[in-house]
């Protein structure tokens, strides 16, 4: 297991040097480069600007250089924790996303446990009572939190609460606590507003997470080991507990690879309507403005943790179920 | 003095099915005895209520089934009667019975264990649902009944996962966790259907001993008549959810009075039948063969050849397989055929025997093209001009595939589940560009007619179809593009004894009605005895024995075919197994046959002709390996 564990974690270093040069020719392909941009919205200003003092701005930023030059520069200064500078911040990349990095893995990590607390008895109700009212009226909730956007389900909630509570529920805490620093009253306050976002976010997976359990299961649950352990005798929770629901969680630990990723991206639009201070903004504006550099680390840090997660999947899958740790490739 | 009770006593029992709202009774008021200690088959072709009624007993039927009518009157050893028609399937009483006082083994002892548990967590969940022992005495339980089940390690099986086991040990373990809290009533369902012959006698012989040393009662669910008669002391025979006749199985073997016993008996295979004597299915079919006569007429005339159809030399196939950790970083290969030569002459029925994994399926996959060969030829020899399969590539290949049809074993796989029959039929001629699409509708028909089903199944699909139905519709497609070679692999050991018969007849006559050769693959040596002329005996990648039928089954000469012909159970109170034979020995074990058979992995073996044609692999000695084999035949690995 643990060589194998090494092996993988030294296959991660070259994928990671493809996809962050990916990610650089990517970010160039638009024409002109943040400099440009500025330029064209100081003129549109009625703002002119010395040209010398351009190809100054230009040499600083290294944006003269050759590409691969650029590129070089960028990657190894990723190695010791230099990600660049933020054009639009002014500010070094790593603290633009600092603190909107903390409160993203705080939301992300509530919205997987409510998708998992809500989804599981669920999913388990509804395909050992297949076919029943329960089942097609859960099916039907959980459809239509499916198919909401979540930023329309953020609108409603914040027109309701509003009208009918008489509170602003956007952002993730009081205005005062915005620049102060963290204390037990600041914490406190995030969590009074914490939950609207986990509802919205974690409405849609829930919904997913539901119907795919429910198929997995309907699966296994008449296969011939579940009939073996009823002839034993096993009490029917138990049963369901122990043998298919163990057997259907493959699916479940395979997705934690896409999850890790989705904790820093997901949720853009949400973020946007409610106002979160979460790290889904930034990406976009920085995409949009040619911040390449706060665009770039951002991209390059959702591919290492799509990386690590597909690890942690597989590392858990071959520890959760026999057959992969032991069969290995059985098959001719 | 105490009144003896019969353990278990069904009376006027009926269970229906709810299909979409109707109710379909399934068993139709059946009454039942089974005393203490003793054996009842209960036997019955599929969908005859058999392994329903075994549900209804353990309280374990499916949701949509439930009991109607009648009693089910459990008496356990020294405990009051209970009645378990009327318990609650999910109450606590019915739970302290299932598993405890009554269990069951299941006929796939693969799906039938969890994957994601050990032996031994499996095994020991039983003893503690239904005693309160101590942990580690737990484990000394498992293990001693382990060791009873006859497992040569134990201790590792404890924490083997199912997988890791064969097909036999798999079963063995079932029977250990179905046995540990010593239960009065043990319900086999089909225990050892799945199961190759000699493993097959020795898990008979492992039920009885038990049975004996327990004193359990059982309750053998099979639609083999040939297990019955070795295992069972009364017998009920079941049809469409009625009992036919009962009674002990002495009277019932000796004198069958109803048609439909009589009419099983019929249908089954066996060694004395005479030449051109036919089984007697209990259902006939009638098949219309003319529309292919004619084709196969001119076929004859141009064919007048000498060469055999397929002659095969010296052909190898190994397989690589990881093994081990998830490093995957240990090759073992496996070898599946070796060095295998054979000729099967033009209209000959060429029958191979042989234990799973004996590289019968391998072969033929190979003969088909579907598996490139490591080394070795096969010539495919028609009309007179030799075809090497290997060099064959692309449209030549392709057109090729036309002259050999190929019917696989499990019907429910073969057929895909979203097309009608009338376009599996046509896909081959679709493939082959054969005729335009009213002719080939009419070639559809044609060949429903050739294996004698009516033409207003062509709009269905094939779950609405019986086993046996699916197995001809099988047929009907591998004769599509009138094939000269016919491989069959296993083509009836998923059917009922009678729909075997059925099929069997049928293949028969469509050989010597279309002229094909056929290579017919089976582990059931007395299905081979019907349809084939010559016998392939086949171990561990080797032929072992080859000879015309008669040879092969008059006199037997290596060690395994003779293993495989005294493991065949037969259905015959005067012929019993011989137990003692079988048991104890790993017969498809090179190194432990007799001398002169006796081999080791690397040793060079060859032929041996005992009479005219009939061939045995015998080992070669270091000193005389130089000198070729007597029969003429090649020297081989």
């Not at chain 2, 083994?105 to 031994?120: A, C, Y």
Request: glycine share 8%; aromatic share 8%.
């Amino acid at each position: 297991m643990l060589p194998y564990i090494g092996r993988r974690i030294l296959m991660m270093i070259p994928t990671l040097i493809v996809i962050s040069f990916i990610i650089f020719v990517i970010i160039q392909l638009p024409p002109g480069d943040y400099l440009e941009s500025y330029i064209s919205e100081l003129e549109s200003q009625g703002e002119s600007i010395d040209p010398a003092q351009i190809a100054a701005l230009r040499a600083q930023y290294g944006l003269d250089e050759p590409f691969l030059v650029q590129y070089f520069t960028w990657a190894t200064g990723m190695l010791h924790g230099d990600f660049g500078y933020s054009f639009e911040y002014g500010l070094p990349v790593s603290e633009v996303v600092g603190d909107r990095l903390f409160l993203t893995v705080v939301i992300s990590i509530f919205t997987i446990v409510f998708t998992w607390m809500i989804a599981f008895p669920i999913g388990m109700y509804t395909a050992t009572h297949q076919y029943s009212w329960g089942d097609y009226g859960l099916t039907l909730v959980g459809f239509l939190g499916l198919a909401t956007p979540n930023f329309l389900l953020a609108l409603v909630m914040l027109y309701f609460a509003n009208v009918t509570f008489g509170i602003s529920i956007g952002g993730l805490m009081d205005p005062e606590y915005l620049d102060a620093d963290w204390s037990w009253d600041k914490f406190v306050s995030i969590l009074q507003h914490l939950w609207i976002p986990v509802i919205v976010i974690g409405t849609s997976g829930t919904a997913a997470m539901i119907r795919r359990l429910r198929a997995n299961l309907l699966d296994e649950l008449h296969k011939p080991y579940v009939v073996t352990g009823r002839a034993k005798g096993v009490p029917p929770f138990k049963l369901l507990v122990k043998y298919p629901l163990r057997v259907s969680l493959n699916f479940f630990v395979a997705d934690i690879g896409s999850m890790l990723p989705s904790i820093i991206s997901g949720a853009e639009i949400v973020a946007v309507v409610l106002s979160l201070p979460t790290t889904g903004p930034i990406l976009i504006a920085a995409l949009q403005s040619q911040d390449m550099y706060l665009a770039g680390s951002f991209l390059m840090f959702l591919a290492l943790l799509t990386v690590i997660g597909v690890l942690i999947s597989d590392i858990a899958l071959a520890l959760l179920d026999p057959r992969i740790r032991l069969e290995g490739g059985r098959a001719a | 003095m105490q009144v003896i009770k019969p353990l278990l006593a069904i009376r006027d029992l009926a269970v229906e099915f709810n299909l979409h709202g109707t109710p379909v009774p399934a068993v139709k008021g059946i009454s039942l005895t089974l005393w203490p200690g003793r054996t009842l088959a209960l036997v019955g072709e599929s969908g005859s209520g058999k392994t329903v009624t075994s549900q209804a007993i353990l309280g374990i039927l499916p949701a949509n089934a439930r009991i109607s009518q009648g009693e089910i009157l459990f008496t356990p050893p020294n405990s009051e009667t209970v009645d378990i028609a009327a318990l609650n399937p999910n109450s606590q009483a019915m739970r302290e019975i299932r598993g405890d006082k009554i269990s069951i083994i299941f006929q796939e002892p693969m799906v039938s264990l969890s994957p994601m548990h050990t032996i031994g967590n499996q095994i020991t969940e039983a003893i503690r649902l239904h005693r309160d022992i101590p942990k580690a005495e737990e484990k000394q339980l498992c293990i001693e009944m382990l060791t009873l089940a006859g497992f040569p390690k134990p201790e590792q099986a404890f924490n083997a996962y199912p997988f890791e086991l064969s097909g036999g040990l798999r079963q063995r373990a079932m029977i250990a966790m179905a046995l540990i809290c010593h239960p009065a009533l043990l319900i086999a369902d089909e225990p050892t259907t799945a199961l190759d012959v000699t493993v097959q006698a020795q898990i008979l012989h492992l039920i009885k001993s038990l049975q004996q040393k327990l004193g359990m009662a059982v309750l053998l669910i099979t639609h083999d008549l040939g297990v019955v008669a070795n295992m069972a002391d009364d017998l009920v025979v079941m049809y469409h959810g009625e009992i036919m006749e009962s009674g002990p199985s002495e009277t019932l073997f000796r004198a069958p009075r109803h048609p439909y016993l009589q009419a099983l008996f019929a249908a089954v295979p066996h060694f004395d039948m005479k030449p051109g004597e036919r089984l007697r299915p209990i259902r006939e079919i009638d098949h219309e063969t003319s529309p292919f006569r004619q084709s196969a007429a001119k076929k004859e005339q141009i064919q007048p050849q000498s060469a055999p159809h397929l002659s095969i030399t010296n052909l190898s196939k190994s397989f690589g397989s990881r093994k081990g950790s998830l490093l995957g970083s240990e090759q073992t290969t496996t070898r599946a055929v070796c060095d295998l030569s054979l000729d099967i002459g033009v209209g000959e029925s060429f029958g191979l025997v042989g234990e799973s994994g004996c590289g019968k399926t391998t072969l033929s996959k190979m003969l088909m093209g579907a598996l490139k060969p490591d080394s070795g030829s096969i010539i495919y020899s028609s009309r007179n001009t030799p075809i090497d399969l290997g060099s064959l590539q692309g449209e030549e290949l392709r057109q090729f595939r036309r002259r050999i049809g190929l019917v696989f074993q499990d019907p429910h796989g073969a057929l895909n589940p979203r097309m009608t029959i009338m376009n599996i039929l046509r896909e081959p001629l679709v493939i082959h560009k054969f005729g335009n699409e009213q002719s080939q509708r009419q070639r559809a028909k044609d060949l429903l007619a050739l294996v004698g089903l009516s033409p207003r199944f062509l709009n269905r699909y094939p779950h609405s179809l019986s086993g046996g139905q699916r197995q001809r519709v099988s047929i009907a497609r591998a004769l599509a593009l009138e094939p000269e070679l016919l491989i069959l692999d296993e083509p009836v050991s998923a059917l009922d004894v009678s729909v075997q018969a059925q099929v069997l007849n049928l293949l028969k006559d469509l050989q010597q009605e279309l002229g094909m050769t056929y290579l017919f693959v089976s582990h059931n040596i007395a299905v081979v005895d019907y349809i084939a002329d010559r016998i392939g005996v086949m171990c561990r990648g080797r032929l072992v024995e080859v000879g015309r039928r008669e040879q092969i089954l008059r006199n037997p000469i290596h060690p395994y075919t003779r293993a495989l012909m005294a493991a065949i159970p037969y259905p015959d109170l005067d012929r019993p197994l011989d137990f003692q034979r079988i048991i104890g020995s790993n017969y498809s074990d090179p190194q432990s046959w007799d001398s002169p058979y006796a081999h080791g992995p690397e040793q060079h073996t060859e032929w041996q002709e005992v009479s005219e044609n009939h061939l045995v692999r015998v080992a070669v000695t270091a000193t005389e390996s130089t000198t070729a084999g007597t029969a003429g035949a090649e020297v081989s690995l």
